[in-house]
């Protein structure tokens, strides 16, 4: 794990890892139950946008704050991470 709960101006990542070349941003979405819906639900497109504009900066403050890790980037994954109850799920390249 890189980075968890990064705030830039535009936006918040929950979870930011590096697997491999391959910077993760993980958007983690968490619900009792699914009365009010699923979790995935609320990673709408706005909210995409949020964590791809907020993605940027991270990659920025990375530039200014760690080259090394910086030059390992080769590529970006968006995932989303559900919790209802006690049940995990894993998204990998939801958007």
């Known amino acids: 794990m890189v980075a968890r709960n ?14 491999g070349t391959v910077l993760v941003v993980c958007e983690v979405k968490a619900r009792a139950n699914n009365a009010f819906g699923f ?24 530039r200014a704050h760690d080259a090394a890790l910086h030059a ?3 590529s970006t994954r968006f995932d989303v991470a559900t919790i209802t109850g006690v049940q995990l799920e894993v998204l990998s390249n939801a958007f």
């Open 6 to 19: 990064f705030r830039s101006k535009r936006g918040e990542l929950d979870v930011v890892l590096i697997h």
């Open 39 to 62: 979790a995935a639900e609320a990673v709408t497109p706005a909210k995409q946008v949020k964590v791809r504009r907020a993605t940027f900066d991270f990659v920025e403050h990375l």
């Open 72 to 74: 390992r980037i080769r």
